[in-house]
């Protein structure tokens, strides 16, 4: 035999033999049990399992000492039901999930929101330590759970359905109740604050153009998790059209992970299965079937990106493993993206010590989104403006306000209609009056406010206190012409409000004043 004919043997054996290994490990991956039952593969991998607690406790433990942030305020510190404790878990079950902070039930995002199990878990948090998981993604567990049995066992499909009955059960006793509390499952009526519902206002086009763009995100976040940010409101994330790179780009290469998925699901490919498995817990949170109330969250890829990290593992635990040169290279991807994505995890961490912290680290990202540049002006407002001392300079003043104010405006430059920017944006216009007594800016910045339909009680209120203070024929002249604007808009567009009525209270206090000053 030939030297190049003992050389092809030879790579043709080691290329049969690597054909048996891989074929091993995936029998392995699917009946682990089988291999190592019981606590046996605990105790074969303690070491590993040491490892892994060992990094996740210095990774997570500076969080020990963190407060609540963001929605925490909603469904425990604010929440009426939650501080109640064991006793308050009745009303839990028994209402749609911000009730108890809100007051009353409002449908700011499509179907309610009902979550019980976490809120009455805090309740009981509550009645323990004194207080210092069921939600709607677990649906897609009905068809991962069936789906996971497909693929790694050998079960009956009898068995596969006994398998799925108790969530099944579970499941309809969830949305029983979920429809008693809020009394429907989908209200049918369509959100129109874009805080709570992004997509307000675009057509199909456009929706699914931008949907498509945060499902190339999402990809994306899996690989390469950074930048992070809290807040992907309007328009952290733009909106997007279908002749956006970006948007084509994500269809395809969606469509070619399921079509891979399709391709290999008789052959119960492992990969096959993590894209299932990503797609299916992803798909509740995508907006493709109902709007979740934002463009996307990173905390959304929380069940989905499971999928990702077994695709992961078993590329380079099992496919890797063939050839020494892979198991080498396997080993080294390993190591470098557990030491890379420690550091990056140890570095955003802090960013959720509390909302001043959080909300610095938003405006860095998220420097379009109206929401962050707003709660990054009432940071400011909170802790630099409303902490000076009360004999604090004229001049002192206005350059806080001048800090804070461009914020504020950023958020209107983005959403003209954003209520809460335009409360601000009144009480802003107020504190500089009360520096400079400059009413031609306050009256503007008031009709600017009130003309996008914002009714914010401050503005008559403080207008009032201008009434009363107003001691030039110019002034009051100004004031009566601003009164006598408003209350034809506010006849036309909130005649059934007491703002018509109270403009004409105004207008009638400066009148009344007009024949003293001239």
Not at 135 to 147: D, H, R, S, W, Y
Not at 215 to 224: F, P
Not at 499 to 518: F, N, T
Request: net charge positive.
């Amino acid at each position: 035999m030939s030297k190049k004919q003992k050389i092809k043997y030879k790579r043709k054996a080691e290329d049969t033999s690597s054909q048996v290994k891989n074929l091993e490990s995936q029998k392995r991956f699917r009946s682990g049990n089988k291999i190592d039952p019981g606590n046996k593969f605990f105790i074969d991998h303690w070491k590993q399992l040491v490892v892994l607690i060992i990094l996740a406790i210095g990774l997570y433990g500076q969080t020990f000492s963190f407060q609540y942030v963001l929605d925490d305020r909603l469904v425990i510190t604010n929440n009426k039901f939650t501080e109640k404790g064991i006793s308050g878990i009745p009303e839990i079950f028994g209402n749609e999930s911000f009730k108890g902070s809100l007051g009353e039930q409002k449908e700011l995002v499509e179907g309610g929101r009902y979550r019980p199990l976490s809120i009455a878990s805090f309740a009981l948090e509550k009645s323990i330590t004194g207080g210092s998981a069921s939600k709607e993604n677990l649906v897609t567990f009905l068809a991962v759970v069936p789906i996971t049995a497909y693929f790694f066992t050998h079960s009956s499909i009898s068995d596969k359905i006994k398998l799925t009955l108790p969530l099944l059960g579970s499941t309809l006793i969830y949305l029983i109740i979920r429809y008693a509390a809020l009394g429907y499952m989908f209200s049918g009526s369509e959100i129109t604050n874009l805080m709570n519902n992004p997509f307000y206002g675009m057509g199909l086009s456009e929706k699914t153009a931008t949907i498509f763009y945060t499902l190339l995100l999402y990809l994306k976040l899996l690989i390469y998790p950074h930048p992070l940010t809290h807040d992907y409101y309007p328009y952290h994330i733009p909106i997007m059209h279908w002749s956006d790179w970006q948007s084509i780009f994500s269809l395809i290469l969606n469509l070619g992970l399921l079509m891979y998925m399709g391709f290999t699901w008789k052959r119960k490919s492992v990969l096959s299965y993590c894209i299932a498995f990503y797609f299916i817990t992803l798909s509740i949170v995508s907006n493709l079937f109902i709007s979740v109330g934002t463009f996307m969250n990173e905390r959304f890829l929380y069940h989905a990106s499971l999928g990702f990290c077994i695709a992961l593992s078993w590329l380079l635990i099992e496919r890797m493993n063939a050839y020494q040169n892979k198991r080498i290279l396997g080993n080294v991807i390993l190591v470098i993206s557990v030491i890379a994505f420690s550091i990056l995890s140890y570095l955003r961490i802090p960013d959720w010590k509390t909302n001043e912290t959080l909300n610095k680290a938003a405006i860095k990202i998220s420097y379009n989104s109206a929401r962050a540049n707003l709660f990054y002006g009432v940071l400011i407002w909170e802790k630099d403006y409303l902490t000076l001392p009360k004999d604090a300079s004229a001049a002192r003043k206005k350059a806080v306000l001048d800090s804070l104010k461009p914020y504020f405006d950023k958020s209107l430059q983005i959403l003209p209609s954003y209520i809460s920017a335009n409360s601000m944006k009144a009480g802003i216009a107020g504190e500089y009056h009360k520096l400079d007594n400059k009413l031609e800016p306050l009256i503007k910045s008031f009709e600017e406010v009130n003309l996008t339909g914002t009714y914010e009680k401050f503005i008559p209120e403080y207008l009032h206190y201008v009434n009363r203070r107003v001691n030039n024929l110019a002034d009051a002249k100004l004031l009566q012409g601003f009164y006598q604007r408003m209350i034809p808009y506010y006849d036309a567009t909130f005649k059934n409000t007491t703002l018509p009525s109270e403009y004409r209270s105004l207008l009638k206090e400066v009148q009344e004043k007009i024949p003293s000053l001239q």
